[in-house]
């Protein structure tokens, strides 16, 4: 067993079953393409979303501009990420909030059950939050006999069907109307029988469920899209009213935050919220941005509580390449343009994280070796870094992690894979000629199981190529028999 | 262990990580716009915020000191109560009016029809107003619980870019930038306006 020295960076737990998934990419892939409903449902969303940002985009003469300054704000940030924070702390505790620090998801799993038990409640409500997904709080609390309650039309759909989210933003874009309205008349109590499958009649029925809860709630839990150093201001970007709700009416407001989601100053909101919105739902502004710093008295919550989460980032910010994917502000365009996230959907990254994002901060977050097939789930097209408003590159990550995961698996001594065996051969016959010339010839032999041009198995080891990719068929000719006949011909 | 060593470890953790490959702080570079070409309270300006604010489904109308009192009776028709803020301008408040005093509970203001307040800024490019618990603007469950509410912009609160609207609020006030009626579009990707915050957004421009 390694032994774990103070003030090492640290990964994700292996525990933290929303950063593991149950089996690996290719496999969970397989099953969700031959998913027909679930392929119908995401192109039709992605495309919808897709269209929506093209023109949200378009409208800004300086785009451009702003994606640059959103990426060198984190990144200077990064640079000085434990001074930012000491400098947030200060601000909020001035102003009457408590911070707590959690190194990881069990530690402020604790923290957030501590708090819900001395403010005396047996339920909360929540607001959408990727990082209370990531260290699995609804499931903590449960068996603290905690209920928790979400109030994100999209996560209320997850969490009734007993299903988990496919989308940062959109956790339900794997349903469609009709499979909403099953969820809604089996799992709603007192819901209309006659409920149809018109999406305004489902988010009518979604606000009559969850009223009474956000009048009479004691304890809300949110997550933050960003909260300002300077000022000591956390803020939360949604659209239905829910997060407003929950940010202000009961007494008690627990926020988890992951250490990443600072900013220096109040200024840099203005590049945020003008990349945010329209990266993520294609709208020029979000319905309701709330902000709010430490208590004010007379107005929302009298008690404020923020949590500060490490739980696998600091290890993501000792990797000087892969650090970048700590920019992310969550805005889920990358996940829209990505052809194989739109064939795939969510689930078969097994990560709350899924997307060209997921794919590169998981492995990030848990260590490339318990996640060894996401830097993989990529064509590496480049559409998500054109995409990405805060101009992380995506792809040179994924290729970064590729390698890392080889090296890794080297240094390991694990057994060698055949793509290492095969290019150890080739190593040694390309450096003899004649071995090389014999063998380029006798790779027109494959042209005996060519059809049409391709070949579509070949048999192990070379099986693990064509598993997910034809083969080409052999030329004719080799090119050195190509060239010493063209020779002859001038 | 306590909470404070998970705080000394996390700080250390980030230390060490950034000692590993230290970086010079940069100072990043702001190149977009800042300012817009059109100064707070330009027609131009008015038109735009009533063009976005219309493409989200709010109701704007235009109102002067001398028209007010009619374009806000007929932004608060079909109402039975109606809450205000305490610091509303008196010439404002309808007759039938309840002035919030803050102790109305939340099951309470869900019986209150509409509110009408003023606001603290505008953006007219992203269409969005914020409230920021001013005396004219309240507390802020009484702008979120009512199923309607009625706000009163003034033409010279109207700036143009989002920058120049952060640049005029106070951080240390709890905000809400209001940009439409609330919405979602979880089901589908398709836009329903009118979820948990109040259905219907009036805003009334007031010009000189």
């Keep these: 067993m390694s032994q774990v020295f103070l003030g090492m960076p640290a990964h994700a737990p292996a525990d933290v079953r929303a950063l593991h998934g149950t089996q690996p990419f290719p496999a969970a892939a397989r099953t969700a393409l031959a998913d027909s409903q679930l392929r119908r449902n995401l192109g039709a969303a992605t495309a919808t979303i897709r269209g929506k940002r093209a023109a949200a985009v378009a409208e800004v003469d300086d785009w451009e501009q702003l994606r640059f300054a959103g990426q060198q704000i984190k990144a200077a940030t990064m640079a000085r990420l434990d001074e930012h924070l000491i400098r947030l702390e200060q601000a909020v505790t001035e102003r009457g909030g408590t911070v707590h620090w959690a190194r990881d998801a069990a530690e402020a799993n604790r923290i957030v059950t501590e708090l819900v038990k001395a403010a005396g409640a047996d339920e909360v409500v929540k607001v959408k939050s990727m990082a209370t997904q990531e260290i699995g709080l609804n499931e903590a609390l449960a068996e603290a006999g905690i209920a928790a309650w979400e109030t994100d039309l999209a996560e209320l759909i997850v969490q009734l069907g007993h299903d988990t989210p496919s989308h940062i933003l959109v956790p339900a874009i794997h349903r469609n109307r009709a ?68 940010l202000t009416l009961p007494p008690t407001l627990i926020t988890v935050m992951g250490i990443e989601k600072v900013v220096p100053s109040w200024a840099d909101l203005e590049v945020y919220l003008q990349l945010l919105p329209r990266s993520s739902t294609g709208e020029r502004m979000n319905p309701y941005t709330s902000t709010w710093s430490g208590v004010t008295a007379g107005d929302g919550p009298q008690e404020f509580h923020l ?12 990797d000087d390449v892969g650090r970048e994917a700590l920019h992310c502000i969550r805005c889920s365009a990358c996940l829209n343009v990505c052809p194989v996230y739109e064939r795939t959907g969510g689930h078969a990254y097994g990560s709350v994280y899924p997307g060209p994002i997921g794919a590169v901060l998981t492995p990030l977050l848990t260590g490339v070796l318990d996640n060894p097939t996401l830097p993989y789930a990529s064509t590496l097209c480049g559409a998500c870094f054109d995409a990405c408003p805060v101009r992380i590159d995506i792809p040179s990550l994924l290729v970064h992690l590729r390698a890392r995961s080889t090296e890794l698996r080297a240094e390991r001594r694990l057994v060698p894979t055949s793509e290492a065996v095969a290019m150890t051969v080739a190593s040694w016959v390309m450096s003899k000629p004649r071995l090389f010339a014999w063998a ?39 090119f050195r028999e190509w060239w010493l006949n063209g020779k002859e011909r001038s | 262990m306590t909470t404070g060593s998970a705080r000394d470890e996390v700080l250390a953790r980030i230390r060490h990580a950034l000692s590993a490959s230290p970086t010079e702080p940069i100072e990043p570079v702001r190149g977009y716009r800042r300012t817009g070409q059109y100064s707070p309270g330009a027609p131009q300006l008015l038109d735009r915020l009533t063009e ?47 002035i919030d005093d803050g102790g109305m509970s939340p099951a309470e203001l869900d019986a209150v ?33 009512p199923d309607r509410h009625v706000c009163v912009v003034r033409a010279a609160q109207v700036v143009q870019t989002v920058p120049e609207l952060l640049s005029r609020v106070d951080p240390h006030k709890p905000l809400t930038f209001i940009s439409g009626p609330s919405a979602t579009s979880d089901i589908e990707l398709r836009r329903v306006e009118g979820v948990h915050g109040p259905r219907t957004l009036i805003v009334v421009l007031l010009s000189d």
């Design chain 1, 179 to 246: 499979e909403v309205r099953e969820i809604f008349l089996r799992e709603m109590p007192g819901v209309d029988p006659d409920l149809a499958d018109d999406p305004r009649e489902l988010a009518m029925a979604a606000r009559t469920h969850l009223r009474r809860k956000f009048l009479t709630a004691q304890v809300a839990v949110s997550g933050a899209n960003f909260a300002v150093a300077d000022t000591g201001t956390l803020v939360v970007v949604e659209s239905e009213g829910n997060g407003r709700m929950c």
């Design chain 1, 307 to 318: 949590i500060l989460l490490d739980n696998g980032r600091t290890a993501v910010l000792a």
């Design chain 1, 440 to 478: 380029t010839r006798a790779a027109r032999l494959g042209r005996l199981i060519a059809r049409r041009g391709r070949i579509r198995s070949l048999p192990p080891p070379l099986s693990a190529w064509t598993a997910t990719r034809d083969a080409p068929e052999p030329p004719t000719s080799t």
């Design chain 2, 52 to 98: 976005r604010l219309t493409d989200y489904r709010a109701a704007v109308h235009a109102a002067t000191p001398r028209t007010l009192v009619s374009v806000l009776e007929a932004a608060l028709d079909g109402t039975r109560r109606v809450l205000v803020p305490p610091g509303l301008p008196a010439e404002w408040i309808p007759a039938s009016a309840v």
């Design chain 2, 113 to 145: 029809d509409a509110v009408l307040t003023a606001c603290t800024a505008a953006a007219a490019d992203t269409g969005t107003i914020v409230v920021d618990a001013s005396p004219d603007q309240g507390r802020r469950a009484i702008t979120l619980i």
